[in-house]
């Protein structure tokens, strides 16, 4: 890392819940760490407010975009792909995503490179170089991207079903926009795009690992000695994302025609906002219907009546609103009978209080992938910095967990009832079909 003097110094230490410490930075970088001391890994994030729920039409996919283009060439490292040789020389990767509502700059490495994956991380999301040059040579990129997208049924059938639900509203658009939003995406528009929202008091870093919280922050604080980079034009307001629209009312039907030999659906409703008081009962409700192979959908659809490969429920929640729904694979002659006993499925959980035992088994099974998946210095480092970024607070898992057992048989109930009853079913469909008939039929029923 590129040594320079320390003048910005930590403001604040706030009290951090059990497990992570926190510190805010003059900048108003909001730092957050959690200490793995039996890990081998370090592993480091930067988090950005922004994402495709933050764009107008005009901009669809910018910040898809915008995270593609830093890879191009920063401060430190011009030339595309010398950073990322830099990271994989020690053994370590860097990556980077981006979602509806954040943007993440992420790097892994062997514990004693922490400070390389600081450097990385701090270089594409401060010090891009953003040329105009390299907006052209990536256009053809995303689009082959977003391509990809199109050609793999079993994603593009989510994005069918958000526009059916959403609209034109940037919930309802592919995160990485249009081959004619992207072909249209100017330099200029990339670039107030990144001074809009790149900025340090709205950004967080989270780490975790074998990782020393104030080594962190004194690394941190380095980063703003200099000031930011000029890559031209004045700051500007953040962007600011647009209100959760409508939804599409329950019984709406899209269906895709596409000449294939299987068909994918998703069949969901409106969801919960992240902070919702139902989210966990949501979460279990699931579980019990379509998350491993023990749950109700799979064991019926697949196990009893062979109707389809591969079923399971999807959820996303976001600042206020979110998504719930099932995703199925079919053969495209069982399609009628798969939605049917879908909804046959989501109509008993509806009205079949679920007993104590299957309830328990979903609480051990959601709590154990839980505790499970925090060993990985990564996902501990997105669990922090996604709380840290999008809630009031940052959850411990033992709080979450403590969320798990509380809800009861009656909660899942009401829950059910209120959220994810058949009346309220969207249907999206991808495949070999000529014909709404079927599909609406089985919606009807």
Known sequence: MTATPVRARPRAVAAAAPGHQRSVLESGLRVVTQSMPGARSASVAIFVPVGSRHEDEQHAGLSHFLEHLVFKGTRAHPEAGSLSQVVEGIG??????????????????????????????????????????????????????????????SDHVFTLFDELLYGRHPLGREIAGTIGSVRRATHEAVVG????????????????????????????????????????????????????PAPAPGGALRVSHRRLSQ???????????????????????????????????????????????????????????????????????????VVRAVLEQLDRITTDPVDADELERARAYTRGRLEL????????AGWIGSGESLLPRILTVDEVIERLEAVTVDDLLRVAQRFIAPSEARLAVLGPFRSRKPFARALRS
């Open 193 to 244: 795009h990144w001074r809009a929202a790149y900025r340090p008091g709205a950004m967080v870093l989270a780490a975790a690992g074998r990782v020393d919280h104030d080594e962190v922050v004194r690394a941190a604080a380095e980063w703003h000695a200099a000031g930011p980079p000029d890559v031209g034009g004045p700051r500007r307001r953040p962007p600011v994302a647009a209100p959760a």
């Open 373 to 380: 998946r925090m060993e990985d210095s990564g996902a501990v």
């Open 92 to 153: 370590g990767s860097v990556n980077a995503s981006t979602d509806r509502e954040l943007t993440v700059f992420s790097s892994k490495v062997p514990a004693e490179h922490v400070d390389t994956a600081l450097h990385a991380v701090s270089e594409l999301a401060l010090h891009p170089l953003l040329r105009r040059r390299d907006l052209a040579a990536e256009k053809p990129v995303i689009v082959d991207e977003i391509r990809m997208y199109v050609d793999s049924p």
């Open 263 to 337: 068909g994918n659906l998703c069949l969901g409703m409106p969801g919960v906002a992240r902070d919702h008081p139902d989210r966990w009962a949501l979460d279990l409700l699931g579980a019990i219907l379509g998350d491993g192979m023990g749950s109700r959908l799979f064991l019926e659809l697949r196990e009893r009546r062979s109707l389809v490969y591969d079923v399971s429920t999807f959820s996303a929640s976001y600042a206020d609103t979110g998504t719930f729904g099932v995703h199925a694979g079919f053969n495209p002659e069982d399609a009628e009978r």
